[in-house]
């Protein structure tokens, strides 16, 4: 069941590599694997049609309740079925829509990787994992509608597409917290079976809410409807796909998925039903009044969208039954709607429906399939369209919750069906009839390549197979969905195109009578109808809104962020005292009931000798190499702290963190101006004072309360573990590289990322040379002194052999990749120091990031090879080898994971030192006055290769 996920997105990875053969691998990659998908769905579907729930299992992150769960039940499947069927067809479509400049490697990856989200949350049996793939949809959403970069509508309607839905995501993730919490777990399975107890829960009203906020910004529900018409700015093709099978029946599928939890109430049958129906009306009144092609069908979409929502709403289990039913049928006629129009726009070059006419007679071909299709979305009989809407008719009038009032629905569901047929008609008269198209860019118009057609005619038969033939296509796939849903008897019902004589056939009759005449008796006002330039549009309200937040956020940063490093610090100070102040005031008095413990008169000389060189620091500060050796104390005595608390893994990462900062420090301090800052007055220092005293003061007080207060530690559990659960003695190395593996690899993601970021702001970077250093001290003459150079290289393979010898030992003593890629951080660091930049590189060709890639690469494997053997990602194994003379000798994955960790600090750091570096030699350029000063000469001279 994992495949149907891993295809498409192994299939998304190969593509980028293909660069302009993309077309070429179109059928056996990007067609091939949504074929494959399906014939892995034809090989379980008679086991889901019978009922059974196939489903798949890897524990992930068990702590918080995340595992990698897949269901596949009748409701799965039969979306599962939509976004590979279609989305096979799309795809077909889309090499012939797409001409060869815009038919690229990134435009069918992101199709797959979208259609690979899609089928994660459909097929998704843990929340947490659905919330991933969910908010996965959405970003992938917002690349493919805003593929076209170049355009200003595609831009703005991705934004808006991303905001929207973007935000509905932040809800569901509240929603679905909140409900693991209710039902003790994120497991579907669980949270199904906890229903009653959900709606008995005080939560039960927010929880709702908040998840049909997701569903309705998903779905494009009133008032959220609006971004959906401005996602039209996308290729045909991903309108065709997004809004017919996937994205907007994303919040659908969820209101399915979770119906047996979810329904039943007040809260569910008004918040759902209510919004669906003005939904349903409001989409379709705002369909009849569009003038671009693809804006009606949006529209239309927007408006079978709150159809289907209506049917849930109205909370019967017939009712379930004819949304999943229309889900189907929409998906199949709306799809070959879309592809219609993106032909008819890629063959007269226009969707205007003021310019468009009389394309019977060039495009037959299309004009059929698009009528049929029209047709079928306008509930015409012997089309599939007609039986779901003859189903909802008759669930409109079973319904009695409104009491009174209750024929409000039905007869709004009559005029919201006569306002179908009326922009039905609109499309297949306003263009395929009425008169000659003389007015095209494209003159005269053409029927598309035969392969572009396919995919409308297989859909247009699939319109007409269903509508026919209803019991003997559908009706299994009908009875599995169902079954998924309601978790209970199905009710009876009947899939035949004909039920006699009845109030829904009258409905029916009656929307299709007063359908054609509102066409009729007001076409010629909808074929010129325009919005006056005085309605704003929905897109102008968002702009607004998102320009007003721009503001907001352009006044903070012009308020906050100066420039000035002092009022940073300043306000993260005070921060980080008034607030965590406001906690120990509450503990009434700061001593607890352990008694503080004793130092000796050694430690507390050290203590005493760091506050001095602390502030030294600060008063040297104009000094600057003064001061620099003085921070430089700090740290050691910070080191030598750790070493006397037994804490030497920390003692030797401390140090080595303090000469790989002090070195660049040292390299930076080159570039500095001349000339220090002002001094600062009276006030400021009063200022700074007290503001230094407050930040000290309330870390030595929380500090002292929580060293005398009794609290529990988890270091037992982990001192316990480390032989046994990661077999080493290092607790501290156990704890990094086995049980916080996971996290361990996320830091070095961000330490790398952080170092591409420095790499990026030093990039074109221009420093002038400064002619003279602090208090106006000449430069040596010699840039590279030679006893410092002899003494560096001797010191390269020594040191590079000891950080070997700390990465190796590092599970059973003080070590580790960290401090070992320090260790040869300094060494290679002392070479530019002592040698220059291009000494250096010419002897050490090394790309710094693709090491830092390939310790993150490595770091990653690790992780994903115990997914292989069964077990969670991040999981280590280990044991001992017998080597003859040598005896047992330990072996431990967690090694290798450590070799990845080395590798990416290592490759991080150099990367930042070397640019350093380069910016230094490019900085020794001839002064403009033509003079050179003697510390460039020299340099120029010492860094010649």
């Not at 996920?5 to 990875?13: D, N, R």
């Not at 493919?144 to 905001?163: N, P, Q, V």
């Not at 039903?273 to 069908?297: E, P």
Request: net charge positive.
């Amino acid at each position: 069941m994992a495949w149907l996920i891993a295809l498409p997105l192994l299939a998304a990875l190969c593509l980028p590599w293909a660069g302009r053969r993309a077309r070429a691998l179109v059928a056996p990659v990007v067609l091939g694997t949504p074929l494959i998908c399906l014939a892995l769905l034809a090989g379980v579907q008679q086991s889901v049609l019978d009922g059974e729930v196939l489903a798949w299992r890897v524990a992930w992150i068990d702590g918080i309740g995340l595992s990698l769960s897949l269901r596949l039940d009748g409701l799965s499947f039969a979306f599962a079925l939509l976004v590979l069927g279609i989305g096979l067809l799309v795809l077909l479509y889309a090499r012939y829509y797409l001409d060869r400049s815009r038919a690229t490697a990134r435009f069918f990856a992101l199709l797959l990787v979208f259609m690979a989200s899609m089928l994660g949350v459909v097929l998704s049996a843990n929340l947490l994992l659905l919330v991933i793939f969910w908010e996965l949809t959405s970003i992938v959403s917002f690349l493919l509608i805003g593929f076209w970069s170049y355009r200003s509508d595609a831009r703005k309607g991705a934004r808006m597409a991303l905001t929207i839905t973007g935000g509905g995501g932040l809800a569901l993730l509240a929603a679905v917290l909140l409900l693991g919490r209710m039902c003790g777990s994120f497991e579907l399975t669980d949270v199904l079976a906890n229903a009653g107890t959900v709606q008995k829960h005080p939560w039960y009203p927010l929880m709702l809410v908040l998840v049909l906020l997701a569903v309705f910004t998903k779905s494009a529900q009133f008032p959220f409807h609006f971004w959906l018409p401005h996602a039209m700015a996308a290729p045909t093709p991903v309108s065709a796909y997004l809004h017919s099978a996937t994205m907007v029946k994303a919040g659908v599928f969820l209101l399915a998925r979770l119906y047996p939890v979810l329904d039943g109430t007040d809260w569910w049958f008004y918040l759902v039903s209510l919004t669906g129906l003005v939904t349903l009306v409001v989409g379709a009144g705002m369909a009849l009044l569009q003038r671009d092609l693809k804006g009606l069908l949006a529209y239309s979409t927007i408006s079978h969208l709150g159809l289907i929502t209506l049917l849930f709403g109205l909370d019967t289990q017939l009712s379930t039954v004819a949304a999943l039913f229309h889900i189907m049928n929409h998906a199949v006629f709306k799809a070959s709607l879309f592809m219609a129009a993106g032909i008819i726009d890629h063959e007269t070059g226009t969707r205007d429906l003021g310019r468009l006419r009389g394309l019977r007679r060039y495009m037959p071909h299309t004009a059929l399939l698009a009528i049929v299709a029209s047709l079928s979305m306008a509930g015409v009989p012997l089309l599939n369209g007609f039986l779901s809407k003859e189903m909802f008719f008759g669930e409109t009038l079973a319904q009695g919750l409104l009491g009174p009032f209750s024929w409000a629905i039905p007869a709004l569901a009559t005029l919201a069906g006569a306002l179908t047929v009326a922009y039905s008609l609109r499309f297949i008269i306003g263009v395929f009839f009425e008169g000659e198209p003389d007015e095209l860019p494209k003159h005269p118009p053409h029927e598309p390549p035969r392969w572009m057609k396919i995919p409308v005619e297989v859909l247009v038969v699939i319109c007409l197979v269903v509508g026919i033939l209803p019991a003997y296509t559908v009706g299994a796939l009908l009875d599995a969905a169902a079954l998924a849903t309601l978790r209970g008897p199905l009710p009876l019902y009947s899939l035949s195109p004909w039920h006699g004589f009845n109030t829904p056939l009258a409905m029916s009759a009656a929307s299709l009578t007063s359908g054609a005449a509102l066409y009729f008796l007001r076409r010629d006002s909808y074929r010129h109808f325009r919005v006056r330039g005085g309605l704003v549009t929905a897109r102008d309200r968002f702009e607004d809104v998102v320009g007003a937040v721009e503001s907001v956020a352009a006044w903070t940063i012009r308020r906050f962020e100066n420039g000035s490093l002092q009022s940073y610090l300043a306000w993260l100070i005070a921060a980080m005292s008034l607030v965590p102040a406001a906690f120990l005031f509450s503990l009434g008095r700061a001593h607890g009931a352990i008694p503080a413990s004793g130092h000796d008169a050694l430690t507390v000389l050290g203590m005493g000798t760091m506050c001095l060189a602390a502030l030294s620091v600060v008063v040297m500060r104009s000094q600057r190499m003064v001061a620099l050796m003085c921070l430089s104390l700090c740290g050691l005595l910070v080191s030598l702290a750790f070493t006397r608390f037994s804490a030497p893994d920390l003692a030797l990462t401390q140090i080595s963190v303090e000469v790989v900062t002090i070195m660049l420090m040292v390299l930076a301090l080159y570039f500095l101006p001349e000339d220090g800052p002002e001094p600062t007055a009276l006030g400021g220092h009063l200022r700074d004072g007290i503001l230094a005293a407050m930040g000290g003061a309330t870390i030595a007080v929380a500090a002292y309360a929580v060293m005398t207060r009794p609290y529990d530690s988890i270091a037992r559990f982990f001192i316990e573990q480390s032989v046994p659960g990661g077999g080493g003695h290092n607790v501290v190395n156990v704890i990094l590289v086995d049980f916080r593996g996971f996290d361990t690899l996320g830091e070095i993601c961000v330490l790398v990322i952080a170092g591409l970021g420095v790499q990026a702001l030093m990039k074109g970077l221009r420093l002038p040379a400064p002619a003279r250093g602090p208090n106006a001290m000449p430069w040596s003459m010699q840039a590279h002194p030679l006893l410092l150079a002899i003494v560096a290289r001797l010191m390269l393979p020594l040191t590079v052999l000891v950080s070997a010898f700390m990465l190796i030992r590092g599970h059973q003593l003080p070590g580790g990749g960290f401090i070992a890629a320090l260790i040869t951080a300094v060494a290679v660091l002392l070479q530019y120091l002592a040698s220059g930049v291009l000494w250096t590189d010419a002897r050490l060709a090394l790309d710094h990031r693709r090491i830092a890639g390939a310790g993150i690469l490595l770091a990653t494997l690790v992780g994903l090879g115990s997914l292989a053997f069964g077990y969670p990602f991040m999981t280590t194994a280990f044991g001992h080898l017998h080597v003859p003379l040598v005896g047992d000798v330990e072996w431990a994955t967690a090694l290798v994971f450590d070799v990845g960790v080395y590798l990416a600090v290592l490759g991080t750091v150099l990367a930042i030192v070397s640019h350093l570096g380069i910016r230094e030699k490019r900085s020794a350029a001839p002064r403009p006055d033509g003079a050179e000063s003697a510390h460039a000469a020299a340099r120029a001279t010492t860094e010649s290769p």
